[in-house]
């Protein structure tokens, strides 16, 4: 989608700072962490929310959660613990309409979130 933020990183039209891409994935810092280490890993093929999602996505969702304990290894961050988040529409918050697994690692998160 040309006016989607996240398929105009997909495509390089804009630079993240990118921790793992792959032919499917990007993985990047988040612009606003919420944590010392807060990245995203999106699927580089535009789908908007999760409700959106095909029977025939679920080994790309995997390979997203494959691709977060990649890097949240990578980082070195994986033996303490990290959280991996997908906000869904408006009461979760969600603001950019492109599917993007947040991790969060690099302090103690609370239980349950707000
Ligand atoms: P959501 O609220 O949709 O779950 O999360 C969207 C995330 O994208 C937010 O955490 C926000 O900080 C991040 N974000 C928005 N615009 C940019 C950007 O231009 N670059 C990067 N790296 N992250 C962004
Ligand atoms: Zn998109």
Redesign the pocket.
């Known amino acids: 989608m040309s006016d989607c ?1 996240f398929c105009k ?1 997909a495509t390089g039209e ?1 630079s ?2 990118i921790l793992y891409e792959d032919a499917e994935l990007l993985a ?7 944590a010392p280490s ?1 990245f ?1 890993v999106i699927p580089k093929r535009h789908i908007a929310t999760i409700n959106d999602l095909q029977a025939g996505d679920a080994e790309l969702v995997g390979k997203l959660y494959l691709a977060a304990a990649r890097v949240a290894a990578d980082l070195g961050v994986a033996e303490a613990g990290y959280r991996t ?3 869904c529409n408006a009461d ?6 492109h599917i ?1 697994l ?1 991790v969060l690692a690099g302090r103690h998160l609370a239980w349950p979130p707000g």
Not at 28 to 34: A, C, G, L, T, V
Not at 92 to 97: C, I, L, Y
């Open positions: 933020l990183m804009i993240p700072e990047f810092r988040d612009i606003n962490p919420h807060h995203l988040v997908m906000n979760a918050g969600q603001t950019v309409f993007h947040h």
